[in-house]
């Protein structure tokens, strides 16, 4: 198999863009097509101080990779969940790939500063599912994080199969209100809000991570523990059986809907924000979705604390 | 296992409503459903005249059984697609079965009827999935005896699963048309169209297969061999895997789509059709589908009768 930009031999295959590459080919490529999506969708300029949320994952570091050579002003955020060996692995990654390259990064540790509310606590209090509590909880911490940074831009590293698996998710249950927030660009609706941006919403999880091998990024390879029977990897066990039948499938599912879906239902708007009580964040209510879940754990630890051993 | 309506053994379990069933009481429950989705949809009433597109298959004749049971006044309409043996033993399984049960029915055959555009010659002249010709064809044969006939109605056994996987498609690649009539019923909108409906709409291929064998129905079990990998069984074993997974999926996706989703779609109306110059059916430009490829079937005959051998 040859590259398709220079006749090389190729060294990967992409069947959703029917193409082949060699590494070279395939880093220009891969460069090009983030910059494509932050130019076409007008996710920021070159003046704007970009925040990327990171994991220590590939898609994320693979982000703030290419951000970084396309020469913008990117300061990482780790968010430290407190989910055990796979908290501590990731800050590690995390750590070591700023200093590789000299970055700066920002740690929130949720035992030191979220009142010692780790994932793992506030799921099991809560009885939630974990990947819902943890939602709740980093929006919060990314989002204040931001504001608070003074920065213009949140970015996180959102692949083409996250964004398709949300995607099947909204529409299996037609929930029109969260189809019609799912963009690649969240403008700031409140004060406390800055803009949120995806930049790798068309790009796949295999090319973030044929990107992170090709340039030897080292990101934690395993899955988050408490992810396991989590809906959202059933959807992308669907999507990928769809996409090794009809390659393209995913590609064309989110675009095209971003073309035609979403404005059917971005037409009604949601009403603003109100401030948050507590913490001044924007809130649908008199208390944001994050210190909602606060009260809740604090109340439950109370009535586990009273109540009969 | 006990049945949920009189604590008799149950026979049947029904996952997707958290039930199970005695023989009589799944019976009751059965027909019941096709009556409500007939009402609520407001599909026809005891006066109006029906056309019941039977295939010799399980779901058409089990909803051809139940509106006879309801009183309806119904008669069938079977269409011969001249796909060989599936035809001739689905053409016997109808007639046998309107037989027994004493109801009229009226057989299209296309090679006769159709000036001998039986399906595989059309496919196979047009190079097109067989499927795509056959839709098109059995479309403009409904319609014509529909209205010929004059009847109120035309009723298909369109079911639960293959309207999950009709939307699944649909919304895959985001046809906002096709999602704007989606419907269980659609109105007439031309003097040559009459009303078409699915009172199986909510009623899964399970479902079906159980009424048909606790009523005896001799069906065709065979499905039409170019299905074969056809793209709509690919979507059903995708929906298969998610309803295992997560029981109730398929019918919450296609219920809430009625509620929720199609709302969205449907506000942009549709251009009113033309009729067709040769055919007088509603066209959408000068002909209408189905002389389009009939046209084009005759031009491409042509041309490789004059070919070289």
Known sequence: MKCVRCRARA????????????????????????????????????????????????????????????????TGLYVGLGIGVYSDVSHAKVVAFAERRGLPV???????????????????????????????????????????????????????????????????????????RQRPVLPATHP?????????FLTSEYETAVYAFMCGIDYIVEECPNAAGATQLLYKDLLNRLEAASPGSKLAFVKEFQRTGQPAFAAAPRESPNDCERCGMPAYGTLCAYCRLVEEVGRKAAARAGAPA
């Open 11 to 74: 060294e990967v295959q992409l069947r959703a863009h029917n193409a082949a590459y060699c590494r070279p080919c395939f880093l220009f490529v891969f460069r090009r097509q983030v910059e494509r999506a932050i130019d076409s969708e007008r996710m920021f300029t070159q003046g704007e101080r970009l925040l990327v949320a990171v994991s220590g994952g590939k898609d994320s570091l693979a982000l703030w990779d290419v951000l970084a050579d396309l020469g913008y002003d990117t």
């Open 192 to 200: 406390r809000f800055v803009r949120k941006v995806k930049p790798l």
């Open 106 to 180: 920002r740690v929130v540790t949720l035992e030191d500063e979220g009142g010692g509310l780790a994932v793992p606590t506030v799921a099991g209090l809560t009885r939630r599912v974990p990947c819902s509590a943890c939602g709740t909880m980093k929006r919060h911490w990314f989002d204040t994080a931001a504001v608070e940074g003074g920065f213009d831009v949140l970015v996180t590293g959102h692949n083409l199969d996250d964004e398709a698996a949300r995607l099947l998710g909204n529409v299996l249950r037609w929930q029109s209100d969260h189809l019609a």
